[in-house]
């Protein structure tokens, strides 16, 4: 349980990190695990798939799915994102359909990649995400 909130706060703060309306930001970004986050989901006897999908609007959605030992939690958020040079910055206004807690709702701002194609997920080592 506690690896399952782990990576949920992960994909949450990895979402957390926006742009601005339109731009280069406008589309659906899937996660990708380095090899040693895929190993480690595999050892716990499951998987994690997730994306993000940003809209010209300034606002975003995110899903990802977790499966372990057969079973598979879905995860939903959105929010809202803006950007400035090659910085991203999030706010997040939903986590599965509710408000979510004070502490989630504190905008993160990460640092799009030069060709402005990917983003690291903030605080979680390992996971990013790459515009399809």
Do not use: H
Request: aromatic share 6%.
């Amino acid at each position: 349980m506690r690896t399952k909130l782990t990576l949920l706060a992960t994909f949450v703060a990895a979402l957390i990190c926006g742009c601005s309306s339109g731009g280069p930001m406008v589309g659906t970004w899937k996660m990708e695990l380095t090899d040693e986050m895929k190993k480690m989901a595999e050892m716990a006897g499951g998987s994690i798939d997730g994306s993000m999908e940003f809209k010209g609007d300034g606002t975003f959605t995110g899903t990802m799915k977790m499966t372990s030992q057969g079973k598979t939690e879905t995860s939903t958020v959105e929010g809202t994102y803006k950007v400035d040079g090659k910085n991203l910055t999030m706010t997040l206004t939903k986590m599965d359909g509710k408000d979510p807690s004070e502490s989630d709702k504190k905008p993160e701002t990460v640092t799009l990649a030069d060709d402005m194609k990917s983003f690291s997920a903030p605080k979680v080592p390992g996971m990013k995400f790459v515009k399809q």
